[in-house]
């Protein structure tokens, strides 16, 4: 039969690479953005947040880059583990509400 | 390392009884969420909730769902006549502050309506 769901766009890497997540946002009044991983069966943990008065924030091994102009996002992870394999879900925020809106996801796979 | 915690883990029941899911936000926190996942599918922000009342609310928190902070550490999302389609993750999760603040999620609590 057929499957019912989302189909979530797919990113394999070999272990030690750089992997690079992207992430499109919809509403330009959005000005805080957060990249979450979740792992099966979890729920999703912070891994790094931006403002929009940025355009680039370093964490360990991570770095978020924002561009306001196409409103796009993205998530780089240096030296790619196997742990690093989940999914990862962009969201974004408007400083006028609270909730957060999450994108699509990446389904990210660590070959080792 | 403070975390948000949530009970049961896993909660399955009939359609139409109700269920009360149960979250223990980070203790300093002041704000407080719902999320839920449908398998497969994206995160969706249900209710948030400060100072003992909803801040804000999505167009699927409808009359079915209430919010309550019954003491000063737990925080419940009750449904009151599950459906087929109540089934998913719930997520809670809790803020220092409302704006631009990161949101810490618990594990979730899988729920199955049968």
């Keep these: 039969g057929e499957s019912v769901g989302l189909h979530l766009p797919t990113l ?3 272990e030690g690479d750089n992997s690079i997540i992207n992430c499109a946002y919809s509403n330009s009044a959005s000005d805080y953005f957060i990249w979450y991983k979740q792992e099966s069966g979890k729920g999703p943990q912070f891994i790094i947040d931006i403002r929009s008065n940025m355009d680039k924030r370093q964490g360990q091994r991570v770095t978020v880059l924002l561009n ?3 409103k796009h996002l993205s998530l780089q992870i240096a030296a790619t583990q196997p742990g690093d394999s989940a999914v990862y879900f ?10 957060l809106t999450f994108g699509e996801g990446t389904q990210l796979t660590v070959n080792p | 390392e403070p975390e948000v915690t949530q009970t049961p883990s896993h909660q399955v029941t009939q359609m139409g009884q109700e269920v009360i899911l149960r979250c223990v936000p980070i203790s300093n926190h002041l704000y407080f969420y719902w999320y839920r996942q449908i398998l497969g599918q994206k995160v969706e922000f249900l209710v948030s909730f400060y100072n003992n009342e909803i801040s804000e609310k999505s167009e699927i928190f409808d009359d079915q769902f209430s ?3 019954p003491d000063g550490s737990n925080f419940t999302l009750k449904i009151r006549s599950t459906k087929l389609e109540d089934s998913a993750m719930y997520f809670c999760a809790s803020s220092a502050d409302r704006i631009q603040e990161t949101q810490y999620f618990g594990p979730g609590t899988r729920l199955l309506v049968l």
Excluded: D, F, H, I
């Design chain 1, 12 to 14: 394999s890497v070999q």
């Design chain 1, 68 to 70: 306001k102009t196409v």
């Design chain 1, 90 to 99: 962009c969201a974004e925020n408007k400083a006028s509400g609270s909730r």
């Design chain 2, 67 to 69: 919010v309550e902070r």
